[in-house]
């Protein structure tokens, strides 16, 4: 037990007390979402009517939408440019670390930056359309960041420009670990680079693929930073996020019961993509147990 206790104290006691706040601030949400709490929290019991009312609000409907929109677009295409870079770095080009690191770099900054420094390059009074007009082309546009019908799309850009590194760098760890033999036996047969990594390579990535995708939806569904500092969910309420959302209602509105009912929808969302990956995993480790 004493030999134990630096484990006990540096992994156990952080662990339990950071899983004890987890599910007494979770409880405790659930517990306001039920109570007709406005400015503070009250007691009372009105049954749905915080959840009712705010699945019927127009904030939530856009919300929705926008996830849908934001969730497929942005896993999409950050799974599809970290693969295409971690299929590049994978040839043992000249300069890999250096490239790695470039592409990994944004991981380092936070989305609030990441958020405010987009917001600048797609202003159009200051950013990347003002400079194309100085150069001459007064004719271009690109004002997606005060277009209601292209707004989120910066948002995705953005989204993808933080994130594809992540990608990138499980795929090449997973390009790195395929099996030499399988290679090998598939030139023998006289299959080219694009039959192999169709047909031998990217298949052994897919638990990595699952992985990625599970953890940009539930970075997708949680935003709330980056939405912040680059359109504040804006233009009008265009880019409203479910966070952001909850945010208003909460802070912004006063309502803290409507608040929590939000969140705790937000929580739900979450565990009908993480619950079914928990399963699989654990579904997973059985069949290599058995195997």
């Known amino acids: 037990?004493?030999?134990?206790?630096?484990?006990?104290?540096?992994?156990?006691v952080p662990l339990?007390?950071?899983?004890?706040?987890?599910?007494?601030?979770?409880?405790?949400?659930?517990?306001?979402?039920f109570t007709p709490s406005t400015l503070v929290p009250v007691t009372g019991w009105v049954g749905l009517r915080n959840y009712s009312a705010v699945a019927a609000s127009r904030n939530w409907q856009i919300a929705l939408d926008n996830l849908l929109?934001?969730?497929?677009?942005?896993?999409?295409?950050?799974l599809a440019t970290g693969l295409v870079l971690a299929i590049l770095l994978d040839q043992r080009i000249r300069g890999e670390n250096v490239l790695r690191s470039i592409f990994l770099y944004p991981l380092a900054v936070s989305f609030v930056v990441t958020g405010t420094v987009w917001s600048w390059l797609l202003n159009p009074g200051l950013g990347i359309q003002k400079l194309v007009h100085?150069?001459?082309?007064?004719?271009?546009?690109?004002d997606w960041l005060i277009d209601r019908d292209m707004a989120i799309w910066t948002i995705v850009i953005a989204a993808i420009w933080q994130s594809s590194g992540f990608a990138m760098a499980?795929?090449?760890?997973?390009?790195r670990s395929v099996d030499a033999d399988l290679i090998k036996a598939a030139q023998i047969d006289g299959a080219g680079p694009i039959r192999m990594y169709r047909r031998v390579i990217l298949p052994t990535l897919w638990p990595i693929t699952v992985t990625v995708i599970v953890i940009q939806l539930q970075f997708a569904i949680s935003t709330f930073d980056l939405v912040r500092a680059l359109t504040?969910?804006?233009?009008?309420?265009?880019?409203q996020l479910p966070a952001l959302v909850v945010y208003d209602l909460m802070f912004q509105r006063s309502l803290?019961?409507?608040?929590?009912?939000?969140?705790?929808?937000?929580?739900?969302?979450?565990?009908?993509?993480?619950?079914p990956y928990a399963a699989w995993r654990y579904i997973q480790r059985r069949r290599a147990i058995h195997a």
């Open 170 to 175: 499980l795929f090449l760890a997973g390009l």
């Open 232 to 239: 504040n969910g804006g233009p009008g309420i265009a880019t």
């Open 1 to 12: 037990m004493v030999r134990r206790l630096p484990e006990i104290l540096t992994i156990w």
């Open 69 to 78: 929109l934001f969730g497929s677009a942005f896993v999409l295409l950050s």
């Open 16 to 33: 339990l007390l950071s899983a004890a706040h987890l599910i007494a601030f979770s409880l405790w949400t659930i517990w306001i979402s």
């Open 134 to 142: 100085d150069l001459g082309w007064t004719s271009f546009r690109f």
């Open 256 to 275: 803290l019961g409507r608040g929590a009912a939000a969140a705790v929808l937000m929580l739900l969302i979450l565990l009908a993509v993480l619950l």
